[in-house]
């Protein structure tokens, strides 16, 4: 698809690969309106880029979703796609204890924001002449990966939500893409810095995934996999247990619970 004088809509816009995607877009000469939950972070995305529109929405409350739909279709009644990036991910022990509201904060996220907010502004796209939904998704919704496990879930979970929408919508306007995107050096992987076995090194920068992802949706290439992960899916398909194998040994002695029983074992 054409990606210039198109107007975008960007979940969590303000950081990482939504960022990125703030950048490109507007290089390429689109109107770029950004959401997040930090106004701060969101008053200097607009400092640095002030042709930026922000909005302050939380895409994990519907009250937000439809609130955010009401202010952009009167602004910006030519919004014509919608990137639905904004994610969290955390490292979670199942063997401590955990509110029952909060373990599945990233289910609000990850994958029911993104599902609300096509459902949301799905009327809209649909009188366009040329849209698109991307929802971005991981490597890890091709497998499992212990240390975070909601996360993981949440994924799967969007990356068969994603095909579903395509089937659903193939014969309108709207293109479905999913940006299947390798681990980055992004502020979501922060906290992950301290887990063993866990490592950034051969991990792809943002921008690069990013631009991988421009190319493809003006190549109206549906599902994107960038750098190494265009090898990587197969070698998941042929070997899974293998590869679980490896993703069970990053957070593995956080992971072990009680450690008498597993020494006895
Ligand atoms: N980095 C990786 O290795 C990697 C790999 C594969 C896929 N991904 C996916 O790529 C997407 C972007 O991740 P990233 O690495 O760029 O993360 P990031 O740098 O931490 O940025 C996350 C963005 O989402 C926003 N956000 C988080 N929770 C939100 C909420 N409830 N409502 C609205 N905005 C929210 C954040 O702003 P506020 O905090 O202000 O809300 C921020 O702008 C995520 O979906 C992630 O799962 C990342």
New binding site residues.
């Given amino acids: 698809m054409e990606l210039k004088n198109n107007t975008v809509l960007i ?9 990125e995607f703030t950048k490109r877009f507007l290089e390429l000469g689109n109107t770029v309106l950004i ?4 106004q701060v ?2 008053t200097e995305t607009k400092r640095l880029f002030p042709q930026v529109h922000t909005f302050q ?4 409350k519907p009250e937000d979703i439809k609130a955010l739909y009401q202010q952009v279709v009167e602004k910006f009644p030519d919004l014509n796609i919608i990137i639905n ?5 955390r490292k979670l022990v199942l063997h401590d204890e955990h509110e029952l509201l909060d373990i599945t904060r990233e289910v609000e ?2 994958l029911m ?1 993104p599902i609300r907010m096509v459902q949301q502004f799905l009327p809209h796209l649909k009188k366009k002449n040329a849209a698109a939904i991307l929802n ?5 919704a091709l497998m499992a990966f212990p240390i975070a496990p909601v ?1 993981g879930a949440t ?1 799967s979970g969007l990356r068969s939500y994603t095909q579903s929408l395509r089937v659903q919508l193939k014969n309108t306007s709207i293109k479905v893409f999913e940006l299947v ?4 050096s ?4 922060d906290k992950f810095k301290e887990v063993d076995g866990f490592s950034s090194s051969g ?1 792809m920068a ?1 921008d690069i995934i990013v631009a991988a992802a421009i190319k493809a949706m003006q190549k109206d290439k549906l599902e994107i996999y960038p750098g190494l992960l265009r090898v990587f899916r197969f070698i998941i398909r042929l070997a899974p247990q293998l590869v679980l194998a490896q993703a069970s040994k990053i957070g593995a002695s956080a992971m072990r619970g009680n450690p008498l029983l597993t020494a006895a074992k």
């Fill in positions: 979940t969590g816009g303000t950081s990482g690969f939504g960022l959401t997040g939950r930090n972070k969101l929405s939380d895409i994990s990036n904004a994610g969290e991910m996220i990850n924001g971005v998704t991981s490597g890890i996360y994924k995107a390798p681990g980055s992004t502020p979501l992987n991990m943002p």
